[in-house]
T-cell receptor
Framework: EAQVTQNPRYLITVTGKKLTVTCSQN?????MSWYRQDPGLGLRQIYY???????DKGDVPEGYKVSRKEKRNFPLILESPSPNQTSLYFC??????????FGPGTRLLVL | RKEVEQDPGPFNVPEGATVAFNCTYS??????FFWYRQDCRKEPKLLMS???SGNEDGRFTAQLNRASQYISLLIRDSKLSDSATYLC????????????FGAGTQVVVTP
């Protein structure tokens, strides 16, 4: 089944404790992206990647890191999480940077 | 001012009725336009792309007005299953990979 998977789906952590949210797609898509969704603000793009080893900042990259060492995986790293990074996070992939397929989301609470 | 703006609603629509709503964008150089559907904070799913000449997919019709910088979505013969939040998505310029989302318009179809 073609899909985008994210892990974990739910995470409660404390300020400053490094965490990684994984994203994997099995559709051989070159494009992948991370978003956060907050009430009233819609989805905001954090980082995106056009291909392996190619990443670019979206609109809200501060406090996040990404890597794209292989086509299928695009992890999101929070080196020192803060409460303002509490959000719903979505990973997406696309064959052409047009139509995007989203993962199920990761709900993160930073205390 | 937000780059992509939508009326948050809710638009309460009787089953079988027609509902229409718009999305305005601020960047006149925007290139591509999409409508996504999102159910209860689940992952967004592509509803349709929006083409310059307008396009229709079953009960859904999308229009683009470049002069006034808005796109629209019309839903005919509304079904209960159309209840969702509809997200407007714009690529801001000829720069593959960046996407800007509106905060969404909530539609509630009532029996």
């Amino acid at each position: 089944e073609a899909q985008v998977t994210q892990n974990p789906r739910y995470l409660i952590t404390v300020t400053g404790k490094k965490l990684t949210v994984t994203c994997s797609q099995n559709m051989n898509h070159e494009y992948m992206s991370w978003y956060r969704q907050d009430p009233g603000l819609g989805l905001r793009q954090i980082y995106y990647s056009m291909n392996v080893e190619v990443t670019d900042k979206g609109d809200v990259p501060e406090g996040y890191k990404v890597s794209r060492k292989e086509k299928r995986n695009f992890p999101l790293i929070l080196e020192s999480p803060s409460p303002n990074q509490t959000s719903l996070y979505f990973c997406a992939s696309s064959p052409s940077a047009e139509t995007q397929y989203f993962g199920p989301g990761t709900r993160l609470l930073v205390l | 001012r937000k780059e992509v703006e939508q009326d948050p609603g809710p638009f309460n629509v009787p089953e079988g009725a027609t509902v229409a709503f718009n999305c305005t964008y601020s960047n006149s150089a925007s290139q591509s336009f999409f409508w996504y559907r999102q159910d209860c904070r689940k992952e967004p799913k592509l509803l349709m792309s929006v083409y310059s000449s307008g396009n229709e997919d079953g009960r859904f019709t999308a229009q683009l007005n470049r002069a006034s910088q808005y796109i629209s979505l019309l839903i005919r013969d509304s079904k209960l299953s159309d209840s969702a939040t509809y997200l407007c998505v714009v690529t801001p310029r000829v720069s593959w990979g960046k996407f800007q989302f509106g905060a969404g318009t909530q539609v509630v179809v009532t029996p």
